[in-house]
């Protein structure tokens, strides 16, 4: 006895309300064990358009250890070769410009950079998704960008960074921390 609304394949779909999904099964996949053959490197260089350059190596980027989180996009990159951060002076001053600016550990991320040297700009921009990145004893030039005047908000590739010196001159050095301080004023953070 069949009734329309078991036999009709427009009521089948009442019944059928779950989602479908195909599993990978070993006895049902087709066999492929055909091997395909490799080019010869001069079958290669025949196959390369005259006068094309080659490809360049992709440069792998570094695993970065940071402090923080960067829920905000901010990079603060310190200098210090003796430590983690910087000395218990150097800290205490990084603590207060962050409080200045009302940052708090979630929003930015801390890397050191004496274990990154020779990490550029992009990859750090690349890595990190900056949108502010404060620079503590880290050189322009060291990030592969021309050279920018201290303690002043500049641009670069749509990202707004401030150079300063190492926490611990800056600590030191009154006038440059006058200096910094005005600029941090201007990030209407």
């Avoid at 989602?19 to 001069?42: F, H, K, M, R, W």
């Avoid at 200098?79 to 951060?85: A, G, M, R, S, Y």
């Avoid at 401030?162 to 006038?175: G, H, T």
Wanted: aromatic share 8%.
């Amino acid at each position: 006895m069949n009734s329309p609304l078991t036999a009709g394949k427009e009521a089948l779909h009442l019944f059928f309300t779950d989602d479908v999904y195909l599993v990978n099964e070993p006895g049902l996949q087709p066999d492929v064990t055909g091997s395909i053959p490799e080019a010869s490197p001069l079958q290669q260089e025949k196959n390369m358009p005259a006068g094309s350059p080659e490809t360049p190596l992709v440069q792998k980027q570094p695993d970065f250890k940071f402090l923080g989180k960067n829920q905000r996009n901010i990079l603060i990159l310190v200098n210090d070769q003796q430590n983690e951060v910087s000395d218990e002076a150097g800290r205490e001053l990084l603590r207060k410009i962050v409080k200045s600016v009302n940052l708090t550990a979630n929003d930015f991320a801390l890397l050191n950079y004496a274990g990154y040297s020779g990490v550029n700009f992009k990859q750090l921009l690349d890595y990190f998704s900056c949108s502010l990145v404060f620079a503590f004893g880290v050189k322009p030039e060291e990030l592969a960008l021309t050279g920018h005047p201290k303690n002043t908000i500049v641009n670069e590739a749509a990202v707004r960074i401030i150079f300063a010196d190492e926490l611990r001159s800056l600590d030191q050095n009154p006038a440059e921390k006058k200096a910094l301080w005005g600029s941090l004023q201007n990030l209407g953070l």
